[in-house]
């Protein structure tokens, strides 16, 4: 038994999981390893310096799968400027078949990307930015929830409203991100009308993600109340891991007069957050992380995941099926 949805036929995976874009984990040993396992693994554009490194990435990641993966490109306020079109333009040159879009203004990178013929899943915190990217012809949406990691946008909409309000007004497919980390998650996302579930930080919390096991752990130890939203006075809200220096640069956030973003940039820096991953100090920088480390308490092989997340789920929607009798039985 395995599920069948529009996502796995149109992706070519067996399992209806899509491994979200990350920044400074999304390498090739996490997507490889997600793809062998049945899922979509997805490298993570900005996570190399420039378009011809994630063009090396690539074909590093062939080297390690025959399965399917994909490539994230999200286009958020950074402090350099990436050449999100060279990045873009490398996808299509190295024959990727799937990218996750993330962020704002992103028609000309998705007009360039579907005038290839790439599968794009866009990834939206709100119906009004979804319903844009389905006029740019996406072909997936990924509704993210406000318990989701990173950029939770601005609107705090979670998952039971943002997922359902998906189902009764778009005419694009959708995946559910933010939140989810387990089989029943999947169930429950398939019960609101989604064609799979987007999962980040569980995937951080396995043993191909490649990053320090302090920081795994770290999030094997949290509770969901464990994480902090900074940024949000600069509309770029983001959900980080609660530590010091995320609490530091709320701290600024919140009493400097001059509101100025340089204020806090050295703090919410990506190279200090990319820091915290190799030396494995979980206060260093700060890193993002959904409401979901509540949610994980172990370090399973992708595989693992995915077969137990699998199982849960199927069991879920047998159990489902149970509590419905004829009403002469009950
Ligand atoms: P960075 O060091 O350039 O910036 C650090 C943080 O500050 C980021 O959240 C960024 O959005 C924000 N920021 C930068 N300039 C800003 C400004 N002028 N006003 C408001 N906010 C500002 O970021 P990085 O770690 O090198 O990552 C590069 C980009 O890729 C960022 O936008 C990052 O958020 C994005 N990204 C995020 C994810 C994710 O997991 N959500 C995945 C891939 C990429």
Redesign the pocket.
Known sequence: MGFNTELTRRLGIEVPVVQ???????YAELASAVSNAGGLGIL????QSTPEDLRKEIRKTRTLTKKPFGV?????????A?PYDEYAQVCIDEGIKVVET??NSPKPVIKLLKSAGIIVIHKCTTIQHAASAVKLRVDFLSIDGFE????VGESDITNLILLTRARQSLDVPFIASGGFADGQGLAAALALGAEGINM?TRFMCTVEAPIHINIKQAIVDASEHDTELV?RR???T?RYFKNKVASEALKIERTSTAGK?EE??PF???????EVFINGDKDFG?W?AGQVIGLIHDIPTCQELLTRLEEEAIEAVEKSRKVLQPRSNL
């Open positions: 979200g874009g990350m920044q400074w984990v999304g993570t554009a900005l996570t994230n490109i999200t286009l958020l306020p950074t402090m350099g990436p993330a962020g989701c990691a990173g950029h980040g940024m600069w509309t770029n983001s973003f806090i940039a919410v820096s990506g190279k200090r957050g990319r700060v993002t």
